[in-house]
Structures are given as C-alpha cells and as structure tokens.
C-alpha cells in the first residue's frame, strides 16, 4: 500500500454554502478530518451530512498531532485539512504539516475555495493586478508602526487583517506611517452582517464612532503612488543639493537625506542610491 494523500481543503468564511462540490466530496471520502477548530468543523461537517473522523490540529498541539497525521499519512491513509475558516496554511500553522509531508515525499493537494483576503481585495475598488497580504499585525504599537515603515515604498495594494478592539490604534499608526491613502474595511464577509466601508483613511478614522466595531475585519490599502525612477541627471542635482544643504545647514546624512527625500516626494533609498552613484 502506498502512502496517503493529504488535502488542504478550503472552507466556508461565514456562509455554510460557500462550499464546492468537490470540497464536500473530498471530506466524505477522506480516512481523517485534521481541523484547527473541531466545533466549527463538526458544524460545517452535520450540514452536509458529512460523519468521518475528525481530530483537532491548531497552533497549541501540532508537534504532537503533526507526528500522528504524518504517521497515517505514511501508512496510507488520506486526510483533509481544515482551518478554522477559509484555505488552511494560510496565516495559520498548516503549512508546517504541509513543509513535513512534503519532505516525507506525501501528495499535497489543494481543494480552493473561500478567502477573506481575495475576497475583500475583490470589491475593493483598489487596483487588483499586484498585491501584498501581510496577515495580522503586531498587537504591539512599536512592533506594528516597524512593519508598516518596511511597507511604506510599496506600490502594490496592501492586504492586513485585524481584531476589532484594535482598528482605531491599527488606523491610527497607518495613517501616521503611509498617510492618507484610499483604503476598504471588509467586516463580517458573507455573513449577515456584511459591510465594507471605502473611503480615504483620514475620513473613515473622523468616522469611526458610527461604524460597528465587531466581528472579523480585513483591511485593503492602496499601495504608494508609483513614480519614475530618478534619471542620471536628476540624480546629478540630488547630490548637488544633498551636498549643498549639509554643508550649509550642518545636518547629519540621515536628516539631510530626509529633507531631500521629502522637498522632491522620493524615498529615502532613492536620496541615498542617487548620492551615491550620481
């Protein structure tokens, strides 16, 4: 007998009926059901009738419960795998089981469906063609204000979930670090409370108060204005006035680069290649 495959099926985020045919054929016919939340898998599985064996995989027990899907895995069985809601070994520990089959030589195979990440960006009305899906935050102010400055030259749409007793602070520091760019809050997606709010940041933040702060949120944020690259003689003139101002005002190079950067709408890194090789 030769080993098993395992199968990363994709669940409803909300809506019990967002599900595919070949998802719920799949969940019938599997030996074992890994789900990272029993109760809502078990929900999910008495809608569709569905009664295989279900055991719990989640970030607290996938050392020992990874080992015992692995071992059945080896010895043949095929199993699916489901996350808590939407396509599991996203921004949850899935892909470790998913590293550790692999290595063992086991089949992975998708089974798409439901995401609150696509599904939000989809009816944003923010440009669609290049993305970047950043997951959760920091819970931490200093921790999430770093992140955000990696992201800040980012031209692609930004992608981010959030707890709902954080929105304000997590707004807050994006509009201090990005600015005010043009952003959609997707709340409760196909559930019944489903809203999205778009907007520039600075007016959904002025009205925050009005908005319902519960449930699951995603946030899509424009990406920075993409604009052409600095020309040789362009950058000729920034080292001119880079020079010029340090010479005249006694600024360090950090806070001379700053003041370039700013005075001609460029990033910092743009300043210091064109210092440099101009």
């Known amino acids: 007998m030769g080993k098993g495959k395992l199968f990363l099926v994709s669940t409803p985020i909300g809506n019990l009926e967002d599900i595919t045919f070949r998802a719920i054929k799949t969940l019938q016919e599997v030996s074992l059901i890994a789900a990272e939340d029993t109760r809502r898998a078990r929900?999910?599985?008495?809608?569709?009738?569905?009664s295989n064996r279900v055991i719990s995989y989640?970030?607290?027990?996938?050392?020992?419960?990874?080992?015992?899907?692995?071992?059945?895995?080896?010895?043949?069985?095929?199993?699916?795998?489901v996350s808590d809601a939407g396509t599991p070994?996203?921004?949850?520990?899935g892909y470790r089981l998913v590293q550790s089959a692999l290595e063992e030589g086991i089949e992975v195979v998708p089974i798409p469906g439901p995401n609150a990440a696509i599904a939000a960006i989809s009816v944003s009305g923010l440009p669609t063609d290049s993305f970047f899906?950043?997951?959760?935050?920091?819970?931490?102010?200093?921790e999430r204000k770093r992140r955000l400055h990696l992201y800040q030259n980012y031209t692609s749409t930004l992608i981010f979930h959030e707890?709902?007793?954080?929105?304000?602070?997590?707004?807050?520091?994006?509009y201090e670090v990005l600015g005010n760019r043009r952003v959609?809050?997707?709340?409760?997606?196909?559930?019944?409370?489903?809203?999205?709010?778009?907007g520039c940041l600075r007016d959904l933040m002025d009205n925050l108060q009005q908005l319902t702060l519960r449930g699951e949120f995603t946030?899509?944020?424009?990406?920075?204005?993409?604009?052409?690259?600095?020309?040789?003689?362009?950058?000729?003139?920034?080292?001119?006035?880079?020079?010029?101002?340090?010479?005249?005002s006694g600024l360090s190079q950090k806070e001379a680069m700053k003041q370039i950067a700013r005075k001609r709408g460029i990033s910092k890194s743009e300043v210091y290649k064109a210092i440099v090789k101009g």
Do not use: M
């Open 43 to 50: 929900k999910l599985l008495s809608r569709y009738q569905i």
């Open 58 to 81: 989640h970030q607290h027990n996938e050392l020992p419960k990874g080992k015992k899907i692995l071992t059945e895995l080896i010895k043949g069985a095929d199993i699916a795998l």
């Open 89 to 93: 070994g996203i921004s949850d520990p």
């Open 133 to 142: 899906y950043g997951g959760f935050l920091s819970p931490k102010g200093g």
């Open 163 to 174: 707890a709902p007793h954080r929105l304000a602070a997590t707004l807050k520091d994006i």
């Open 184 to 198: 959609a809050i997707a709340r409760e997606l196909t559930k019944i409370h489903e809203e999205v709010w778009r």
């Open 219 to 248: 946030l899509v944020i424009e990406g920075r204005e993409k604009r052409p690259q600095v020309s040789p003689i362009e950058a000729t003139t920034i080292k001119e006035d880079y020079e010029k101002l340090r010479e005249k």
